[in-house]
């Protein structure tokens, strides 16, 4: 074996590249269910929509002062965001859940949370889908009235 001279090393160390550090997202439970527990109380899906916004900013200024919420810097997009996400996700686990009868699953609070959340939010829904029938068959029936008047 031939001897390694100095020359043949590298003067110096080819530079590494770090990434930076990730931001901290939403990765503990105890978050979520601060979140969920938060919305719960306030209902902000249940807020009129030109306001919707406002709602959650407040939301998430609420959960920030909390001293159980660990992240210190946090936008009502963001909060309304993972809301969704977590909505999603839950409805999409409820689904396969269906399909596995008899099979015993493991509960948690959040799970529990995110039930009574889903509940609450198609009821929202539902209620809102009736107002608006109830406001167009209304037109309609003036709009009737109009067009037999003006015969």
Do not use: C
């Amino acid at each position: 074996m031939a001897a390694m001279t100095v020359a043949s090393k590298p003067a110096t160390e080819p530079p590494r590249l770090t990434a930076p550090p990730r931001r901290k997202n939403y990765n503990s439970e105890e978050d979520d269910v601060t979140l969920l527990r938060q919305v719960l109380l306030d209902r902000t899906f249940a807020k009129p929509r030109d306001k919707a916004m406002q709602h959650w900013d407040i939301l998430a200024a609420t959960l920030v002062a909390s001293p159980v919420f660990s992240r210190s810097k946090l936008s009502g997009k963001n909060t309304h965001s993972h809301m969704n996400q977590l909505d999603q996700t839950h409805r999409g686990t409820m689904k396969k859940a269906e399909l596995l009868s008899g099979v015993s699953e493991k509960v948690t609070e959040r799970d529990k949370l995110l039930d009574e959340l889903v509940e609450l939010h198609d009821d929202d829904r539902g209620s809102k889908n009736v107002r608006s029938k109830k406001n167009r068959r209304s037109a309609n029936e003036t709009r009737q009235r109009r067009l037999w008047l003006v015969e």
